[in-house]
């Protein structure tokens, strides 16, 4: 069972950026996924949630410029990322605890599995 979270990169401030996180072993389609960030020497925090019946939650910092979705067809849920500014920078990963519904607020613990993580540099 593997999730991978990619298509991270270089972006100027005020870009866009769409990660993607993939299943392999397992169908996406039943489990809340979650999205976390890692910035060095910072702890793991959660900016979103796609639960299963395609409820979304947002960590406060993210609202109206992140949003998370899902295509099922593709086993794939993916973060699309707006206006993004230089404290974005982060791993971004992927993540889920196997539940239907997304626990809130968005804690890094209990999860059962996690993609390696994709880097997300903002600068100029």
């Known amino acids: 069972v593997q999730l991978q979270a990619f298509v991270g990169g270089f972006v100027q401030p005020g870009g866009s950026l769409r990660l993607s996180c993939e299943a392999r072993g397992f169908t996406l389609d039943y489990y809340a996924i979650y999205w976390f960030r890692q910035a060095p020497g910072e702890e793991r925090e959660g900016v979103a949630c796609?639960?299963?019946?395609?409820?979304?939650y947002y960590v406060d910092s993210v609202k109206g410029r992140f949003t998370t979705s899902r295509e099922n067809a593709k086993n794939a849920v993916y973060l699309l990322m707006n206006s993004l500014a230089p404290e974005d920078t982060a791993a971004y990963y992927c993540?889920?605890?196997?539940?239907?519904?997304?626990?809130?607020?968005?804690?890094?613990?209990?999860?059962?599995?996690w993609g390696k993580g994709t880097e997300v540099t903002v600068s100029s």
């Open positions: 796609i639960s299963a019946y395609d409820s979304t």
């Open positions: 993540a889920t605890d196997t539940l239907s519904n997304c626990r809130y607020p968005l804690r890094h613990y209990g999860m059962h599995f």
